[in-house]
């Protein structure tokens, strides 16, 4: 290029990157074999109209210029053919200084392979709307990814418990299994589309009729887990429903020794006792205490801490073990198959009082779809977190959850709580944290 002002040469330097990153071509960092390419190339009728309009120099062959001597020197010929510059049709050329083109890094020092085209583009949009540049940028921050899946990842809990009581404790639906079938119905469509369509995570095969059984067995305690979990709704309050939930480290504690024989650190069991004893307090000064709704829910807190210890005896190498979300598309629909004839059996012609409730209110359809797309997501944001953070966060995440879906439910459902109940469940949590961090120690 010749002499050009500052302003100029950073626009085309800027557009030289986006090309580059486009293109994704690493170019040497004085791209004189770019312009020595191109150089070769006779110029084109319209090419000398403009040199000579614009008061640049012109040539009849590729070449490359020398800036001091006045001549171009044709690369390969062996000749000098001679030019002038017509300075004073264009006085803006001569005085400003010629600005070095910063190197275009390679491939690798770009990222990988698509970073650089956004650094690049962002840096190009950059001069024509500065704000949105910065909006692409941070929405490719990993803190802010982070941050929303976690986000996420609460609303999804914490909604899927609010809707599951006010379906069933107020709206009136009364169909805790048949509600529990649709929500694996969901599970199995979501992760199929996700697995197979998406791709969100490669696909797992079951390698054989051994693993499957191990599979369907995982499925029934966790078909037996969610409907204890969704029928103590009806009676209990949501607090009190994850007051009990919080003492899951304690049944898990419990099967470890039971099915393993592995004996933890005398520290560990002694951090479970503020857990039993948080719990005694809430259930003594629980307003709304339910005999049997407390059953059904330390039922399903016993069943979650069961199917984890199955799980990690039962696929245990690395030829059957399967991540989160292929083991979901997996359960799923063993899930489903199992619940429609136990729902039928229970709970009754339950098709038909739903479609009479849905003809008496069409909104029963849009609260059942998305009680279950919920669901689902509660299972999708769960392996999110995981993945962004580690097991260790997500345990740290549920302990506070916990709490924060418990004023939150007592916020919307207005139940009313003692100090003493209060109290429990923190004393609870206390313990639940202490768990952690002993048994985190134990094995350090």
Not at 121 to 135: I, K, N, Q, R, V
Not at 246 to 253: E, K, N, Q
């Amino acid at each position: 290029f010749p002499a050009v002002t500052p302003r100029l040469q950073r626009d085309r330097s800027l557009f030289w990157s986006l090309i580059c990153a486009v293109c994704d071509r690493p170019v040497s960092p004085t791209r004189k074999d770019f312009f020595q390419q191109s150089s070769r190339m006779p110029p084109t009728p319209a090419t000398k109209l403009f040199h000579i309009s614009a008061g640049l120099p012109h040539r009849s062959g590729g070449g490359e210029r020398e800036r001091g001597g006045g001549a171009m020197v044709e690369a390969g010929h062996g000749h000098t053919q001679t030019w002038t510059t017509r300075r004073g049709s264009n006085p803006r050329l001569e005085p400003d200084p010629v600005i070095e083109i910063p190197p275009t890094p390679p491939g690798e020092a770009r990222g990988n392979g698509g970073a650089g085209k956004y650094a690049a583009a962002a840096s190009f949009l950059s001069l024509f709307c500065p704000t949105s540049s910065a909006a692409a940028a941070a929405s490719f921050s990993p803190t802010v990814t982070t941050a929303l899946t976690i986000a996420a990842w609460y609303l999804s809990n914490i909604g899927v418990l609010l809707l599951n009581k006010y379906l069933l404790s107020i709206y009136g639906y009364r169909y805790p299994i048949f509600l529990t079938m649709l929500h694996m119905v969901s599970c199995s469509l979501y992760s199929l589309a996700a697995v197979h369509w998406l791709g969100l995570v490669p696909l797992q095969h079951i390698s054989s009729r051994r693993q499957l059984l191990k599979i369907a067995a995982l499925s029934v305690i966790f078909c037996f887990s969610v409907v204890c979990g969704n029928t103590s709704l009806r009676y209990i309050p949501v607090s009190f429903n994850q007051a009990v939930g919080a003492t899951t480290p304690f049944f898990t504690a419990v099967f470890a020794f039971l099915l393993t024989c592995r004996r933890e650190h005398p520290l560990v069991y002694l951090a479970l006792l503020p857990v039993v004893l948080g719990i005694v307090l809430a259930s003594n000064s629980e307003p709304l205490f339910h005999l049997f709704g407390f059953l059904v829910c330390v039922g399903s807190t016993a069943g979650r801490a069961l199917k984890s210890v199955v799980q990690g005896i039962l696929l245990t190498s690395e030829a059957e073990r399967l991540n989160s979300m292929n083991l979901l598309m997996y359960m799923a629909p063993i899930a489903a198959a199992i619940l429609l004839p136990v729902s039928l059996y229970v709970e009754g012609n339950v098709a038909a009082a739903t479609l009479d409730k849905a003809r008496a209110d069409p909104n029963m359809v849009l609260l059942l779809l998305g009680n279950a797309t919920v669901a689902y997501l509660v299972n999708l944001t769960n392996f999110l977190v995981t993945k962004h953070t580690s097991a260790l966060t997500l345990q740290v995440l549920g302990n506070a959850k916990a709490a924060v879906a418990a004023v939150v439910s007592v916020l919307i459902f207005r139940n009313p709580v003692t100090v003493m109940g209060i109290t429990g469940f923190a004393i609870t949590i206390m313990g639940v944290v202490l768990y952690s961090e002993a048994k985190k120690r134990s094995k350090s």
